[in-house]
């Protein structure tokens, strides 16, 4: 998975750093994973997300955040 995915706290919640390079369907299941990983850190509250580093369509950012949530 690399560095593909990096998470970081900041005051208002997180912000998700995506690499750019990477195949779409590679990245979201990068994504996915690391939100697994992420789970006790992160429990289960409601918290602001910004997602950065990459350009994404309205249906990526959806599709990005049902995996998330998940």
Not at 20 to 39: P, R, T, V
Not at 43 to 60: F, H, N, V, Y
């Amino acid at each position: 998975m690399d560095n593909t995915v990096i998470i970081k706290g900041m005051q208002s919640g997180i912000v998700v750093m995506l690499d750019d390079k990477k195949d779409y369907d590679e990245l979201k299941e990068d994504i996915k994973n690391k939100f697994i990983e992420s789970a006790k850190f992160l429990g289960k509250a409601d918290i602001g997300i910004s997602l950065e580093g990459r350009k994404l369509t309205d249906e990526q950012i959806k599709e990005i955040l049902e995996i998330i949530s998940e």
